[in-house]
C-alpha cells in the first residue's frame, strides 16, 4: 500500500477519496486548518504556507515520518518549488519535469514553449508589442495565476489599453479563439508515454472550474491531446484546454499540470487514473490505454459541506450526521 501526500489539498476531496478507493493511505496537508479535503484523508496535517521558507521542511519531515512513496500537488501553487526541490524530498513527485512547469505556469512562455514544438496556440503578446492593425476583439489574461481571474475582453485599442492600464497583475494580450471549447484530462508515465487522453465538452464552467460537462470519445481530440502531452513532455497528470476552431485545426489556450477541477467526470468515465498512478508509484508500466473510456458521462456539480466539532484539546473533528443514501453507484460502475 502507497501512502500518498496530497500538498494544498484545499476543497479537493474527490481527489483524496479517490486514491483511498484506490488503495492508497492518503495524508492530506494545508496550511489551513479547515481545508475540507483534510477531513477526508486517512491523516491530516497542517503545513506553513508556501512562502515560508519552512515549507520544504516540513514536506521533507512529513515524508520520513509517514513514509510517504508518492508526492501528489493538487493546485498551481507550489508545483514549481516541488518541481525543483523533487531530488530532495524523498518521495516521487507527481509532477512534469522543471522547465515545463515553469513554462506552462507564465502563460507568455507557455505560448512560447507550444509553438517550438509546432503547436497551435492562439497569437499572444506582450503589453506594448501588440501589432497595429490587429483583430479585435482582443483578450487581457494574467500572466500567470489560475481560475479565470484577471481576463478582460477588450473590444477596440482604448479599451485594450484601459484594461492593461488597470489590471492588479501582469498581463498578457491574446487572441479570440473562434471555435468550442474542449478540456482533455490526460495522464502520461514518467518516459512521457500518454497513457490516455479523455475529451470532455465544457458544458458550463464558473470561476474557471467546470460544473457541466460530457465526455466524449472524439479521436481528433485525443489524439492531440496526446501529441501535446509527449512532446511537453507531461509526467503525471494534467488538463489540456483547446478550441476547436472553424478551419478545423486546434489552439491549445492552457495546459494545466494536475488533475483537473472536472476530475470526477473522467474518473465516473473509468480512467482509473488513480489506480495508474499508484502503479506508476510502485515502478510499473502500464500500456497506454487511448479510448478506454465511457463516453457520454454528464456531470453537475453542486455545493457539498462538512461540519467539525472540537474534542476538549481543541482538535477539531467531523460531526457525525446522517447522510442520505447515493443516488449511484462508485465512479466508474456500470
Not at 318 to 331: D, K, M, Q, Y
Request: charged share 25%; glycine share 8%; aromatic share 8%.
Amino acid at each position: 500500500m502507497i501512502t500518498v501526500l496530497f500538498t494544498c489539498a484545499g476543497q479537493r476531496v474527490d481527489i483524496v477519496s479517490a486514491f483511498a478507493r484506490a488503495g492508497a493511505t492518503t495524508i492530506a496537508a494545508d496550511a489551513d486548518l479547515l481545508a475540507p479535503a483534510l477531513y477526508h484523508a486517512d491523516r491530516r496535517e497542517l503545513v506553513p504556507r508556501i512562502d515560508d521558507p519552512a515549507y520544504l521542511p516540513r514536506l521533507r519531515e512529513l515524508v520520513e515520518t509517514h513514509e510517504v512513496g508518492l508526492i501528489v500537488p493538487l493546485t498551481d501553487l507550489d508545483q514549481l518549488l516541488l518541481a525543483e526541490a523533487r531530488d530532495t524530498l524523498g518521495a516521487l513527485v507527481l509532477l512534469a519535469p522543471g522547465e515545463v512547469v515553469r513554462a506552462m505556469a507564465d502563460k507568455y512562455l507557455a505560448h512560447l514553449a507550444l509553438e517550438a514544438r509546432g503547436l497551435d496556440s492562439p497569437p499572444t503578446w506582450l503589453p506594448g508589442e501588440v501589432p497595429a492593425g490587429v483583430e479585435y476583439p482582443l483578450l487581457v489574461k494574467a500572466r500567470s495565476g489560475f481560475g479565470s481571474r484577471h481576463i478582460y475582453r477588450a473590444a477596440d485599442a482604448g479599451e485594450l489599453e484601459f484594461f492593461l492600464r488597470h489590471s492588479p497583475v501582469d498581463s498578457i494580450v491574446q487572441a479570440v479563439c473562434r471555435g468550442e471549447e474542449f478540456s482533455i484530462d490526460v495522464l502520461c508515465d514518467f518516459e512521457g508515454r500518454c497513457l490516455n487522453a479523455i475529451p470532455r465538452t465544457m458544458i458550463q464552467s464558473k470561476g474557471g472550474e467546470s460544473i457541466k460537462g460530457m465526455t466524449i470519445r472524439d479521436w481528433d481530440l485525443i489524439d492531440h491531446a496526446r501529441t501535446v502531452a509527449e512532446a511537453l513532455p507531461i509526467w503525471g497528470p494534467a488538463n489540456v484546454q483547446c478550441f476547436r476552431e472553424p478551419d478545423g485545426s486546434f489552439r491549445v489556450t492552457d495546459v494545466n499540470l494536475r488533475f483537473g477541477g472536472g476530475f470526477p467526470l473522467p474518473l465516473a468515465a473509468g480512467s482509473r487514473y488513480p489506480e495508474l498512478t499508484l502503479a506508476l508509484a510502485s515502478g510499473e508500466r502500464p500500456e497506454p490505454r487511448l479510448g478506454d473510456f465511457r463516453e457520454g458521462v454528464v456531470m453537475t456539480r453542486f455545493f457539498s459541506h462538512l461540519c467539525l466539532t472540537g474534542d476538549p484539546s481543541g482538535t477539531l473533528e467531523p460531526f457525525a450526521e446522517e447522510l442520505p443514501e447515493p443516488v449511484a453507484g462508485e465512479p466508474g460502475e456500470r
